[in-house]
């Protein structure tokens, strides 16, 4: 296998999801406090869990980059100061900034910290890149507005600057996220991180009098008029390395542990395939195609495109629906697996699982494992942790039952389970 040097940044909503990432091949990971970052509403750290996470990344040769990329109005300047304070105690790899005084800020207190440009500040050319390098960025997040080739001209035009894209994930029907609708509507800033996705409702045109207005629609048949599909680049990826693209970026801290697990093992897989000399192109394909599959019909997405980057169009909007559901739904995440001598059959590894959603003898079960190692199997016995007998049924409600089930090898921790539901 040729040495990839592409390296792939999985978010993380807590510490959990920083752990799943890493266990399913996130060569990094980013992250932030909701006060600032771009994910003030489901966004579960702390500095006691930054702190956690950043070392638990040191400890196994990965990367920890922390998110300080709102744009801060006057009264947040004392704030970020002293948030930047702390944060030089805690030792991240690299601070992700959208606003340019908060650069000078970071500059003036911790000056051997690596910046990278955050995507919210929609960087599109290769002056503007240079003119972010001369400021002290040592890593663009380019707006995912370009092109291919117009990326490939700004790696040539400041080949010192790092460039990092998004590959996969929600998009935004506003320029690089750059929204006020959110404000507008219901004084919730998506540029201080509180968007309330007002490009996702349903929406129906009504007369009033002599005007006609938009207004929030209840029922399913509304019209999604802002909505965009999600960005899907796994095909894309042995381009995109032959660009030269320094990191591609996944999208997602709100997202489960599941969405994660499944999203970044594909994801590692295909930068593996795509970077090895010894799979022919037929095979790279076939492999690509299959990747993308799982991704079209194991998770919920709003339907998938390539936005700017290979084609330009009307195609990226969703006008159907807020997302399509899939036939598979997410279970268990395993928590630990051990050699049980006391089995006489195959199935020797007694695998802990923390149950999610309902599970039943008989179901049809896949077991995803890094490096997108799918199992599949038809669940014919499992056992309640607390009581050690054997059970029909298990449910995901109150805080999760936890159940074993026996396997003919070691799971990987943090592995995940889903069933189909139809």
Known sequence: MKKNKVELLAPAGNLQKLKTAFAFGADAVYFGLPDFS?????????????????EYAHSIGKKAYVTVNIFAHNTHLSKVKKHIEKLKTLNPDALFVSDPGIIY????????????????????NWMSAQMYKDMGVKRVIL???????????????VPDLEIETFVHGALCMAYSGRCFLSKQLIDRDANLGD????????????????????????????????????????????????AKIKAFKIEGRAKSVYYLANVVGVYRRAIDISSSSTI??????????????????????????????????????????????????????????????????????????????????????????????????????????????????????GGGQTVYMYFDKEIPKLSVLRRKIN
């Open 280 to 397: 022919s192109a037929k095979d790279r394909k076939k492999e690509l195609d299959y990747l993308y599959k799982e991704l079209e019909t194991k998770l919920f997405h709003r339907g998938y495109t390539e936005g700017f980057m290979f084609k330009q169009g009307r195609e990226a909007q969703n006008l159907s629906n807020d997302n399509n559901k899939p036939n598979w739904e997410f279970c268990g995440q395993i928590i630990s697996s051990e050699l049980d001598n006391n089995m006489k059959n195959k199935d020797k590894y007694k695998t802990e699982i923390k149950v999610h959603n309902t599970l039943k003898k008989g179901d049809t079960l896949e077991l995803i494992m890094p490096g997108y190692e799918v199992l599949k199997f038809k669940l014919k016995r499992m056992l309640d942790k607390d009581s050690q007998e054997e059970i029909i049924e298990a449910h995901g409600g």
């Open 105 to 124: 800020l970071i500059k003036e207190i911790w000056p051997e910290i690596k910046i990278s440009l955050s995507t919210q500040a929609n960087c599109t």
């Open 38 to 54: 771009l994910r003030v509403r489901i966004n579960d750290f702390s500095l006691k869990d930054m702190k956690k996470g950043i």
């Open 195 to 242: 968007c309330a996705q007002p490009c996702r409702w349903e929406y129906e045109i009504k007369p009033r009098g002599h005007d006609t207005n938009f207004v929030l629609g209840e029922d399913k048949n509304g019209s999604y008029i802002f909505n965009s599909l999600d960005l899907c680049l796994i095909k894309r990826i042995p381009e995109m390395i032959s």
């Open 143 to 157: 707006g995912r507005e370009l092109a291919l080739k117009e990326i490939k001209e700004i790696i040539t035009k």
